[in-house]
């Protein structure tokens, strides 16, 4: 299972925030780059950034700090990035400047056509992310609280022919208040698609009890506040992380 650094760009820095509110943001980096490289060093195989300017605005607003980061990285490791990603054009400069994979959230719930566009126009490139409280789906940078059943988006989307979904609960990101385990595991276990874990993860018991549940198709999990303030310490809950999936290879 992969343990994937989150860098949220907020005016160029590198920030948390609280349950996805923009006013109750901490600058932990001015310089996002600095970082990333800061993440490879600690072993990291995979960066997760977001604009968060951008899933506001919907249009990118952090394209400098995101070209910096892929420069200072390389071809390292993959980068999967999203935040005001609307258009197919969007989607080709990032690709072009080094991005992995590009992350659909607001445009795949509002404009699903797009999505499927994508991933015809950009095949093996195109993640989904869906954004949950209390199991419907939230779009505009959390903002707004649709009537759309998670599982039933999930569903459909892989259909389309995505790389993978992103789960996020609202309610625990930022909170380090644990990862909604029984939510992510139900999730998974009715996708072909690989579900990453995103929001709550805190400390190496929430590394211990997702690869726990990996078999279900949890590929990784997306940590940030928990990293940033030390509660857990990335370079650790990969080697747990490596540690516990190659036992459970030697014991099946």
């Excluded at 923009?22 to 072993?43: C, N, R, Y």
């Excluded at 258009?87 to 509002?110: H, P, S």
């Excluded at 939230?138 to 707004?144: C, E, L, P, Q, R």
């Excluded at 029984?182 to 995103?198: K, Q």
Aim: aromatic share 6%; glycine share 10%.
């Amino acid at each position: 299972m992969l343990i994937i650094p989150a860098i949220d760009l907020k005016d160029g820095h590198c920030v948390r925030l609280r349950q996805g509110v923009m006013e109750d943001a901490t600058v932990f980096s001015e310089d996002p780059a600095a970082m990333a490289l800061h993440w490879l060093k600690q072993g990291a195989r995979r960066l997760h950034l977001v604009d968060l300017n951008g899933a506001f605005a919907g249009k990118p607003k952090n394209k400098a700090a995101v070209r910096s980061i892929v420069e200072a990285v390389g071809l390292d490791v993959p980068i999967q990035l999203g935040g005001g990603i609307r258009d197919l054009e969007t989607i080709e400069r990032y690709l072009d400047i080094g991005v992995a994979y590009v992350i659909i959230g607001t445009a795949a719930v509002k404009t699903p056509g797009f999505l499927h566009e994508a991933c015809d126009a950009f095949p093996g490139h195109v993640m989904v992310g869906l954004d949950a409280n209390a199991g419907k789906v939230a779009v505009d940078g959390w903002s707004k609280v649709t009537g759309h059943d998670v599982l039933d988006l999930a569903k459909r989307f892989e259909g389309y022919g995505i790389e993978a979904i992103i789960y996020t609960d609202i309610g625990r990101d930022g909170m380090l208040s644990g990862v909604n385990i029984p939510a992510t595991v139900e999730l998974a276990r009715e996708l072909t698609v690989p579900v990453i874990a995103s929001g709550g993860i805190t400390n190496l018991d929430d590394v211990h009890a997702l690869c726990a549940v990996q078999d279900n198709g949890i590929a990784g999990a997306i940590t940030g506040r928990a990293i940033y303030e030390e509660t857990l310490n990335f370079a650790a809950a990969q080697k747990l992380a490596d540690t516990l999936t190659t036992n459970r290879n030697v014991k099946s």
